[in-house]
C-alpha cells in the first residue's frame, strides 16, 4: 500500500497504485523481484493453491489445495465432487506473483474497493499523460514520481468527501468528550456546595438551563 486516508465509521481509506492485467487480475500492492503479487477478488472464487474447506448437503466437510476444480487432500485423496450443492471455503490464499512485463495499465485504488480509471502502459515514444497512457523506465511496473503523483490525485479527489466526513466524526467526537467533562465538573462543583445559579454564571446559561440540563444529564 502506500498512501494513508481517513478512518470513517471503522472504514480505512488507505490507497495505492494498483498494477493492471490484461486478464482482469489486479495488483495486490506489493512487488519483489519476483514481480508483482497478485490481489485476489471476493467474488472469484478458490484459486490454484489455496488451502480450501468444502462443506457437503450432509455437514461433512473436507479439506486440502485447490487444484482445477478439484481437492487434493494431505492423504492423497482427490475431492472431484467440488461443485453443485457444496460450499467452498478459501482457508488459506496461495500467493500468486507475476512479472512486471505483464503489467498493462494502473489504476488508483483505494482499500474501501473503490478503483479509477484505468490509465494504459505504453512504450516510452507514446507516452502521453492526457491521454492516459503511461511509460515505465525499463521492464519494471514502478511508475516515476509524476505519473504516480496523477494517479494519485485521483485518489485525493475519491476520499476528499471521506475526508472531510472524519473532520465531523472527530468533531462530534470532541463535542461528546467536552459534554462529559463538563458534567464531570459540574457535579463536582454541586458537591462542594456550588449553586445551580454559580453553575449557570459560569457556563453562562441562566439558572433554569443550568437546572434543565442538570435534570437531563441525571
Do not use: K
Amino acid at each position: 500500500m502506500g498512501w494513508m486516508g481517513p478512518v470513517v465509521d471503522g472504514q480505512e481509506h488507505e490507497g495505492w497504485v494498483v498494477p493492471l492485467f490484461a486478464d482482469g487480475a489486479q495488483g495486490a500492492g506489493t512487488s519483489s523481484a519476483r514481480g508483482v503479487l497478485i490481489a485476489h477478488r471476493p467474488d472469484e472464487g478458490p484459486c490454484n493453491g489455496d488451502r480450501v474447506r468444502l462443506t457437503y448437503r450432509d455437514g461433512s466437510t473436507a479439506e486440502g489445495l485447490w487444484q482445477d476444480g478439484t481437492l487434493l487432500r494431505g492423504d492423497g485423496i482427490v475431492h472431484a465432487h467440488t461443485s453443485g450443492q457444496v460450499r467452498h471455503e478459501v482457508i488459506d490464499q496461495a500467493e500468486e506473483w507475476r512479472p512486471d512485463a505483464a503489467v498493462v495499465g494502473w489504476a488508483a485504488g483505494c482499500t474501501c474497493g473503490w478503483r479509477g480509471t484505468p490509465w494504459t502502459r505504453v512504450p516510452p515514444e507514446l507516452a502521453d499523460p492526457a491521454a492516459r497512457r503511461l511509460a515505465t523506465a525499463g521492464l519494471w511496473a514502478e511508475l516515476e514520481a509524476a505519473d504516480e503523483n496523477r494517479v494519485r490525485q485521483e485518489w485525493h479527489r475519491h476520499i476528499a468527501g471521506w475526508q472531510a466526513l472524519e473532520e465531523v466524526e472527530a468533531a462530534a467526537a470532541r463535542q461528546a468528550a467536552a459534554a462529559r467533562a463538563l458534567d464531570e465538573a459540574v457535579h463536582a462543583a454541586l458537591a462542594a456546595g456550588a449553586s445551580e445559579a454559580d453553575i449557570g454564571r459560569v457556563t453562562g446559561m441562566t439558572g433554569r438551563s443550568a437546572t434543565e440540563r442538570l435534570s437531563a444529564r441525571d
